[in-house]
């Protein structure tokens, strides 16, 4: 396991220093709660596919084993921010919480919480700091080749840090260019510590008003996912990729008070274990996905959403694809 590279101690720092330079001039607070229910035919691919984003976590660790049966999952989540200037500009801190609560199958359930800070540079440019903590992660109950007393099965699960960078820059009223940079740890509990994997990821997104009332917002990730080759050589067992992602979303405004939301997204991992043994080996995996939303503004600060999400995915080394649907309602309630 690595150690992190940003302790707990060197965020609080960084924020205190964003803190520092605000000595404000005015200060605004601002909150909400959002709670959706769901639907999915797949518990082991949830939250895969709902974090299949380019605003969320498109490499969540690999799912070897889907098809573990249908359930109903909630997701409550509220967030709280402050905004105040600077000598810069703007400057605000977010912080965020929510979860996934499964009816039946509670191994899965598990909370996601991020602390975002952004400080506008310039009237047109600003820079983001974002911290993502996933815990307790369940992936799945995964059969272990070779242990101690003989082939057995274990409950797989890790802890996920991801901390990132964004600059956002406005190269037009209507045209917004952000590139990104992203650092992450994934520290599996034993008896699959030797999964542990830290990853890079590059990317850039571009968000364009091509009139108003339609939106696009495009984007594309590389990212490089290492493991320690000390750790899987015992168990040949090495999830170490290299991952392509893209991503469209298309907002269209039907009628004042009522939006509807595209998405496509696509991804392909290509896995370099080196050992011929391990499934992984030569072993890729092409992800395709799409997703339609609607969303109603109740009222000024209430929102209603439905939506519906497929997903197809298929290893080089299995025969079929694996097909995933999700569908929802819910609603946000903004302060």
Same mark, same amino acid.
């Given at each position: 396991?690595?150690?992190?590279? $940003?302790?707990?101690?060197?965020?609080?720092?960084?924020?205190?220093?964003?803190?520092?330079?605000?000595?404000?001039?005015?200060?605004?607070?601002?909150?909400?709660?959002?709670?959706?229910?769901?639907?999915?035919?797949?518990?082991?691919?949830?939250?895969?596919?709902?974090?299949?984003?380019?605003?969320?976590?498109?490499?969540?660790?690999?799912?070897?084993?889907?098809?573990?049966?249908?359930?109903?999952?909630?997701?409550?989540?509220?967030?709280?921010?402050?905004?105040?200037?600077?000598?810069?500009?703007?400057?605000?801190?977010?912080?965020?919480?929510?979860?996934?609560?499964?009816?039946?199958?509670?191994?899965?359930?598990?909370?996601?919480?991020?602390?975002?800070?952004?400080?506008?540079?310039?009237?047109?440019?600003?820079?983001? $700091?974002l911290y993502d903590f996933v815990p307790r992660l369940f992936v799945g109950v995964k059969?272990?080749?070779?242990?101690?007393?003989?082939?057995?099965?274990?409950?797989?699960?890790?802890?996920?840090?991801?901390?990132?960078?964004?600059?956002?820059?406005?190269?037009?009223?209507?045209?917004?260019?952000?590139?990104?940079?992203?650092?992450?740890?994934?520290?599996?509990?034993?008896?699959?510590?030797?999964?542990?994997?830290?990853?890079?990821?590059?990317?850039?997104?571009? +968000?364009?008003?091509?009139?108003?009332?339609? +939106?696009?917002?495009?984007?594309?990730? $590389? +990212?490089?996912?290492?493991?320690?080759?000390?750790?899987?050589?015992?168990?040949?067992?090495?999830?170490?990729?290299?991952?392509?992602?893209?991503?469209?979303?298309?907002?269209?405004?039907?009628?004042?008070?009522?939006?509807?939301?595209?998405?496509?997204?696509?991804?392909?991992?290509?896995?370099?274990?080196?050992?011929?043994?391990?499934?992984?080996?030569?072993?890729?995996?092409?992800?395709?996905?799409?997703?339609? +939303?609607?969303?109603?503004?109740l009222t000024e600060t209430t929102l209603l959403k439905a939506g519906w999400q497929h997903?197809?995915?298929?290893?080089?080394?299995?025969?079929?694809?694996?097909?995933?649907?999700?569908?929802?309602?819910?609603?946000?309630?903004?302060?």
């Amino acid at each position: 396991m690595w150690v992190h590279s $940003f302790s707990l101690r060197r965020q609080i720092v960084l924020l205190a220093v964003f803190s520092v330079m605000s000595n404000a001039a005015y200060a605004e607070w601002s909150s909400g709660f959002d709670f959706s229910t769901y639907y999915t035919d797949d518990v082991g691919l949830f939250s895969v596919t709902r974090r299949l984003s380019l605003d969320e976590d498109p490499t969540q660790p690999i799912v070897d084993e889907p098809n573990q049966g249908a359930d109903a999952v909630y997701e409550p989540s509220a967030y709280v921010s402050w905004a105040t200037e600077n000598a810069l500009g703007e400057f605000e801190l977010t912080l965020d919480a929510g979860g996934y609560i499964f009816n039946n199958y509670s191994a899965y359930t598990h909370g996601f919480f991020q602390m975002e800070v952004a400080q506008a540079l310039t009237e047109k440019t600003t820079i983001k $700091f974002l911290y993502d903590f996933v815990p307790r992660l369940f992936v799945g109950v995964k059969s272990l080749s070779q242990d101690e007393h003989g082939e057995g099965e274990a409950d797989e699960r890790l802890n996920s840090h991801i901390w990132s960078m964004h600059l956002e820059h406005e190269l037009f009223n209507n045209l917004m260019l952000r590139g990104l940079v992203r650092y992450g740890l994934r520290d599996y509990d034993q008896p699959f510590a030797y999964r542990d994997t830290q990853f890079f990821t590059v990317g850039s997104h571009f +968000e364009w008003a091509i009139t108003s009332d339609i +939106e696009l917002l495009a984007g594309y990730h $590389f +990212e490089r996912g290492y493991t320690d080759h000390k750790q899987t050589v015992y168990y040949q067992d090495d999830i170490a990729y290299i991952n392509h992602f893209a991503s469209a979303e298309l907002k269209i405004h039907l009628l004042p008070k009522l939006e509807m939301r595209v998405i496509f997204d696509y991804e392909h991992n290509d896995f370099t274990s080196s050992y011929t043994e391990d499934i992984h080996y030569a072993g890729n995996e092409n992800v395709y996905q799409g997703e339609l +939303e609607f969303l109603y503004e109740l009222t000024e600060t209430t929102l209603l959403k439905a939506g519906w999400q497929h997903g197809s995915r298929k290893f080089n080394y299995e025969q079929f694809s694996v097909q995933n649907n999700n569908v929802w309602l819910g609603v946000e309630f903004h302060i």
